[in-house]
């Protein structure tokens, strides 16, 4: 909501362009060269256009958080220009596009306290207090938003999260199946999926009876749906 991503990813797993309007790569795929949407109006919610240089400090940023760090290991650089950024990458990856649904944030020339967010382009903005969510006058159309403001509340552990849920504290609560903090909604909601570029593997102990079978293994591939 305070983010946009640099792009999107749809259902079938096709980048959608966002902040980023158009890519294009070499051969190798080890040289992308991406452009800012010209299409459409991105400002930060201080009034700020958004530019090639915040593309490259929000990639900076990204490699040095825990929820991205992994897709970037073949990141070797980037530079900004007029059109966007081009990134450099250590293994070409035809596929590095679809690794950019990351957020776009401001470039910070400054040291800001630790519990400041960065600035963002979203729809909604921080407000100063950080407990409310406001619509960012510079997002298009930001008086059309269904909400103007939203309310925040912040639990610290999935089960007071669950239990908000529950007794309608809350409205809106994100739930990963496949992880262990996974819990169950018993009451009557509306789920909603949607896609992400988060990676699963399957591991095999080679050493059991089954999994040292090359057979089994191939065989075990056709079992779980990867589309």
């Known amino acids: 909501l305070v983010y946009e991503n640099m792009v999107e990813v749809d259902d079938n797993f096709k980048a959608i362009p966002s902040v980023i309007g158009s890519w294009s790569c070499n051969d190798d795929a080890t040289i992308w060269q991406l452009n800012l949407d010209t299409e459409h109006e991105h400002t930060f919610s201080d009034g700020t256009p958004v530019e090639g240089k915040d593309l490259v400090y929000s990639i900076g940023y990204a490699i040095y958080n825990d929820r991205f760090r992994g897709r970037f290991a073949s990141f070797k650089g980037a530079s900004y220009n007029d059109d966007g950024m081009t990134v450099t990458l250590g293994i070409g990856d035809s596929q590095f596009i679809k690794l950019l649904n990351i957020p776009v944030i401001e470039t910070v020339t400054f040291e800001v306290e630790a519990h400041v967010p960065p600035i963002g382009s979203g729809p909604y903005m921080y407000d100063e207090e950080m407990i409310t969510l406001l619509a960012n006058p510079y997002y298009p159309n930001s008086k059309s938003l269904p909400l103007q403001t939203i309310y925040l509340q912040e639990y610290t552990d999935a089960e007071g999260n669950l239990e908000a849920f529950e ?15 996974s819990l169950g909604y018993a009451s009557s909601n509306e789920i909603h999926s949607y ?11 080679e050493e059991s009876t089954f999994g040292k079978s090359s057979a ?4 075990m591939q056709y079992a779980f749906d990867t589309t």
Do not use: K, Q
């Open 167 to 181: 007794d309608g504290i809350i409205d809106v609560a994100v739930n990963d199946p496949s992880s262990y903090t």
């Open 195 to 205: 896609a992400t570029t988060n990676y699963h593997f399957i591991m095999f102990n």
């Open 216 to 219: 089994f293994r191939i065989a």
